[in-house]
């Protein structure tokens, strides 16, 4: 295996690892992601929706925020981000690409035409340096309903690390 441009779920068709695909019967569906990691430095990781099987992504009607927490052995700070273009996950690697996200995303109303397609996440990461802690939760809606049948996992600049382990569950209701 060799890094990637991105990371994708698409309808109809089985991802690799015996992983489902991304179908329209769930409720509900979460990607699990293990060091989720860019090639390069300051890059931002980020979130796209397809309505037509991923052909295209969209790239506006995204309302999102995410809060992001860092804290070390002396201080804490918090940073809100906001974005319109995608769900932006987190804030950039800085000076070390070798930040990779450690969590989860959950998406809703992906086949619910009648309903805005949400989503919400928490991911935790230890810089580089292993002396400082950052946490990221956030969460977004697209604007317009949407039947949802791929999602794209990538990063603002440059390609995602072999390394990076997404696996999706699909929720189904009882």
Not at 9 to 17: K, N, S, Y
Not at 118 to 142: D, E
Request: with cysteine.
């Amino acid at each position: 295996a060799s890094d990637a441009a991105d990371i994708t779920f698409r309808e109809g068709v089985a991802a690799t690892d015996g992983t489902p695909d991304f179908g329209s019967d769930y409720a509900a569906v979460m990607f699990l992601m293990e060091h989720f990691t860019p090639a390069n430095d300051e890059a931002q990781h980020r979130l796209w929706i397809s309505t037509d099987t991923g052909r295209s992504f969209l790239t506006d009607g995204y309302l999102a925020i995410t809060e992001y927490l860092e804290g070390d052995g002396d201080a804490a700070t918090a940073t809100q981000l906001k974005a319109v273009d995608n769900y932006r996950l987190g804030t950039t690697t800085h000076n070390d690409g070798a930040l990779g996200l450690n969590g989860c995303v959950y998406l809703y109303n992906t086949s619910d035409t009648g309903h805005n397609p949400f989503a919400s996440w928490a991911f935790t990461v230890a810089n580089g340096a292993g002396v400082k802690v950052q946490h990221y939760t956030g969460g977004a809606f697209h604007t317009t309903d949407q039947d949802v049948d791929a999602v794209k996992f990538g990063f603002s600049a440059g390609n995602v690390l072999d390394a990076s382990t997404i696996r999706m569950y699909g929720l189904t209701a009882s």
